[in-house]
């Protein structure tokens, strides 16, 4: 049975999560201060501490510090607070992960799912092959705690003959670019020459070459970090993916013992096809907040434009099935900004020409990123992200379409895409006024906008105005 110490020093929480992780077969021991962990670790051994991050005798990283001397314990922490920068301080002192106390039978979940997909992973055998013995030692650093499985090479060929031993099963490999022996896109080819190597490969590179960064994609690269490492990106990615490809070879297996259970076996496939479909989605939206993270935009940027997105979509007279489709697809309408510099993205004020040019150039990217995959979810966001800044006079960009030529998909984006960009405050912008925004739009009627989803939105204004206030952001 797992140990768990719950230290939270409101009493009727921690009795709540207690009760809620005991009747999901844990054995819980509960404190309510430091002095109360010191007590409990000298007399017992945990797997996981969950531990409220401001106790009465210690609070912030520097208690975890504390609690880490003393126990090799997971830590798991609570917070209410949703600072970035304490956040990312957490991460680097070897915290696992962190919950915000808003729902709390909600967070018990997570809690409980986070818990078993560590306890799974030493199953889980992830490659790297990077150059630099201090890129190889954090990522151990980072990867060894949630019990994953580290095979490592300094050199492509070393890690391509890792790949190759039949004794070796990689489940997911992360790839430098820039190694002493050969490029990286050379030992990605190489890999792909074996249909069976269908394990996920992350690249991880200091490129900030976006026609490096599409023709690892193309090449069947699975994503794309850049250096430095921003830990909770890293991890986000890392455990999506590593979810991902195992539901991927649940299914694969069920399939292939399938003749033996037509039966029973129906009601689990279609249970295994939509927890892929449910982590691709989970894959896609936080591809897309990362994708806006970088550009200092928020989280809610992306859930408003989905929303609005499928609002539009719906009022338009659109299926449930396109306009479901199109709500799940539209946050990666700027996922090709991960690709753009952030000297460029992030510049407050105007761009000159060569700026513009290379900011121009993501919804070109964003599509070459997903435009690849058969996933029906990758298809549609491939064109959001192709066609969200085409016009409908024709004086839009990347290919300049004109009216109807330019999907609908793109068309509902581009206004629910503007529509929150001039509401919402930016590095080169203050938030406009309503009556400021109502005055563009009916402008642009028939120019950027196509003329029947301008009034579509108009008469439907308050259902947009219900979500902008939903998802409000806050500073």
């Known amino acids: 049975m797992i140990s768990v110490l719950i230290v939270e020093n409101a009493r009727l929480l921690s009795n709540i999560i207690a009760k809620e992780l005991i009747a999901l077969n844990y054995e819980c021991s509960k404190t309510y201060s430091f002095k109360g962990?010191?007590?409990?670790?000298?007399?017992?051994?945990?797997?996981?501490?969950?531990?409220?991050?401001?106790?009465?005798?210690?609070?912030?990283?520097?208690?975890?510090?504390?609690?880490?001397?003393?126990?090799?314990?997971?830590?798991?922490?609570?917070?209410s607070s949703t600072d970035e920068k304490q956040r990312n301080r957490l991460f680097n002192s070897g915290v696992i992960d962190y919950f915000l106390k808003e729902n709390i039978s909600q967070t018990v979940i997570n809690i409980n799912n986070l818990i078993q997909n560590i306890v799974k992973n030493n199953l889980i055998n992830i490659l790297i092959i990077d150059d630099s013995?201090?890129?190889?030692?954090?990522?151990?650093?980072?990867?060894?705690?949630?019990?994953?499985?580290?095979l490592e090479s300094d050199t492509g060929q070393g890690g391509i003959d890792i790949i190759e031993d039949n004794n070796n099963k990689v489940d997911l490999l992360i790839l430098d670019m820039e190694l002493d022996d050969m490029h990286g896109t050379e030992v990605l080819s190489h890999i792909k020459l074996n249909q069976q190597n269908n394990f996920p490969i992350i690249v991880l590179s200091g490129t900030k070459d976006?026609?490096?960064?599409?023709?690892?994609?193309?090449?069947?690269?699975?994503?794309?970090?850049?250096?430095?490492?921003?830990?909770?990106?890293?991890?986000?990615?890392?455990?999506?993916?590593?979810?991902?490809?195992?539901?991927?070879?649940?299914?694969?297996?069920?399939?292939h013992n399938l003749e033996h259970k037509i039966e029973d076996g129906i009601s689990e496939i279609k249970t295994l096809n939509k927890e892929i479909e449910d982590t691709q989605k989970e894959v896609i939206f936080t591809m897309g907040s990362i994708g806006e993270g970088r550009s200092k935009e928020t989280g809610n940027h992306v859930k408003r434009v989905a929303q609005y997105s499928y609002l539009l979509a719906k009022f338009y007279g659109l299926t449930d099935d396109d306009a479901e489709l199109l709500k799940l697809a539209s946050p990666m309408h700027d996922?090709?900004?991960?690709?753009?510099?952030?000297?460029?993205?992030?510049?407050?004020?105007?761009?000159?020409?060569?700026?513009?040019?290379?900011?121009?150039?993501?919804?070109?990217?964003?599509?070459?990123?997903?435009?690849?995959?058969?996933r029906q979810i990758m298809k549609t966001a491939a064109i959001v992200a192709y066609e969200h800044h085409e016009r409908w006079d024709g004086k839009g960009y990347p290919r300049g379409l004109k009216g109807e030529d330019i999907h609908i998909f793109g068309r509902i984006t581009a206004i629910a895409d503007v529509f929150d960009a001039l509401g919402s405050q930016r590095v080169y912008k203050p938030v406009w006024e309503d009556e400021k925004i109502w005055k563009l739009f009916k402008e642009e009627k028939d120019k950027q906008f196509e003329g029947k989803l301008v009034d579509v939105f108009f008469d439907n204004l308050d259902e947009f105005l219900k979500v902008r206030k939903e998802y409000t952001d806050c500073f």
Not at 242 to 252: A, T
Request: with cysteine; hydrophobic share 40%.
């Open 133 to 150: 013995k201090i890129i190889r030692e954090r990522v151990k650093a980072i990867l060894t705690p949630r019990n994953y499985n580290i």
């Open 210 to 255: 976006a026609n490096v960064i599409s023709k690892v994609l193309k090449g069947g690269a699975s994503d794309f970090i850049k250096k430095p490492l921003i830990i909770e990106e890293f991890l986000l990615k890392i455990n999506l993916w590593v979810e991902y490809y195992r539901k991927s070879i649940e299914l694969d297996d069920y399939k």
């Open 335 to 374: 996922i090709g900004k991960v690709a753009i510099p952030d000297s460029v993205l992030n510049k407050p004020g105007r761009f000159n020409d060569e700026e513009r040019i290379i900011m121009n150039n993501h919804s070109k990217l964003g599509y070459e990123m997903l435009c690849h995959s058969d």
């Open 37 to 79: 962990i010191e007590e409990q670790l000298s007399k017992n051994k945990f797997d996981f501490i969950i531990l409220s991050l401001y106790l009465s005798d210690g609070e912030g990283v520097e208690l975890v510090q504390k609690v880490k001397k003393l126990s090799n314990a997971k830590l798991i922490v609570l917070t």
